[in-house]
């Protein structure tokens, strides 16, 4: 058999693990209906009007997008971790923690960009101004990529644990929260008309950090189970 | 160095250095705590705007800084581990874990009660306070992960690698004041400049750090004695050392 290269390898993992989600597609439908009803429960629960509904609105969808976020990760390792996968992406001749980006991207496709896209829905529903829209899309964009980096820290941590999926979120909220702190923030300043580059580049630093560095923690967390 | 410090790797070897060095680490605790704390909250001169309910700082300003420090232990602890897979370093994790997040709950609630008479609320939602806060939680997380394992060492691979992630956290807290406008006041004496506080203040103030590092390391070192001994129980010396006792 030919060698493949590194970008091969990860093109096909990527191609592998969307046919996997592609042939179960409630696996992947349910945190974005979870996370609709959220952000329906809201209005009912506060009443209609637009203008408390209006200034809550960039935390309720980050809220419930940091919720929905938690939902989907105890699937992002634990198939391959049961049927042997895992082992084999650990005996590559690739760097684990370079395979697992593939994983990650592939949780980021159907996590987080399907938030991005469905921004003027959820918009709509919490009648957040325009100029506020477009900032809540772009603060989307931005910080979910962070999401989807650590939370595969904490799913790789918990592999082993049975029924993890309330540790994961004891261990994953406390370091969601500086993203809900900037990505609030910058709807806020956006609706209300002023800067929001700060808080933009902020997200972007957090991001490229967490993408970066996480798979390494991904990769140990990984090691220490499957070994 | 290296060969000064191999012996340790053995946990009997650490059990008989913590058991010599304990009892000078409690001494020097009493002291300094006492005459720290009894300086501080009788004879220090009262501050000529906020009066006597300053004082708190001798308890709050220690407290908070040693939750840094403990946490900043418990990630090198948790490096040694991952690197070195020493079984010392792995105990000392949840060794360390509880004493963080007392200091941390001490800091949080020393600083609401002093909140409350001079900013007039027992909690506000400002950077510096949310970050201590993020760290309890941390240490909240560290120690559910290292019990949530039927393997012990998996168990604490996985609690060393968390509390390596949650360091990112130190330098927040420590520069909260700086990046954001707070409500919490600036740094006073870990700063390179002349400390802004006077000698009289000081003086007490740096006893009480003393004294609460001693403290963090006393407990830490009686934690981690149980938990070799715990680990260890097994062994003829710890069974040996147990019917001494």
Partial sequence: ?227 | MWRWLHPYAKPEATYHLLQKLLPWFVALTLVTLVTGVIWGLAFAPGDYQQGDSYRIIFLHVPSAIFSMGAYMGMAIMGAVALIWQIKTAEWSIPAIAPVGAALTVVALLTGAIWGKPMWGTWWVWDARLTSELILLFLYVGVMALYFAFDDARTGAKAAAILSLVGVINLPIIHFSVEWWNTLHQGATITKFEQPSIATSMLIPLLICLAGFAFLTVSLVMMRLKNEILRHELHRPWAQQRLEQD
């Fill in chain 1, 1 to 227: 058999m030919s060698q493949l290269s590194s970008r091969q390898i990860w093109v096909t993992l990527l191609k592998r693990d969307l046919r996997i989600a592609a042939r179960r597609r409630s696996d992947a439908l349910n945190p974005l209906l979870f996370l609709l009803m959220v952000v329906t429960l809201f209005p009912l629960g506060i009443g209609p009007g637009p203008d408390i509904l209006a200034r809550i609105a960039p935390g309720i969808i980050w809220v419930a997008a940091l919720l929905a976020s938690l939902l989907g990760l105890e699937r992002l390792f634990r198939d391959d971790f049961q049927d042997g996968t895992l082992e084999q992406l650990c005996l590559l001749p690739q760097p684990l923690a370079f395979t697992v980006t593939a994983k990650i991207a592939v949780h980021w496709l159907l996590s987080g960009l399907p938030l991005v896209i469905l921004s003027p829905v959820l918009a709509l529903l919490l009648s957040l101004p325009l100029q506020g829209w477009w900032a809540l899309a772009l603060t989307l964009l931005l910080g979910t990529p962070a999401l989807s980096a650590l939370g595969a820290i904490g799913a790789a941590l918990t592999l082993q644990v049975q029924r993890g999926s309330s540790l994961v979120s004891l261990i994953l909220i406390p370091l969601f929260i500086p993203l809900l702190i900037f990505a609030t923030a910058a709807v806020e300043n956006a609706s209300m008309g002023l800067a929001v580059h700060g808080q933009l580049a902020i997200l972007a630093a957090i991001s490229v950090l967490t993408v970066t560095l996480a798979p390494l923690a991904v990769a140990a967390g990984i090691r220490m189970s499957v070994n």
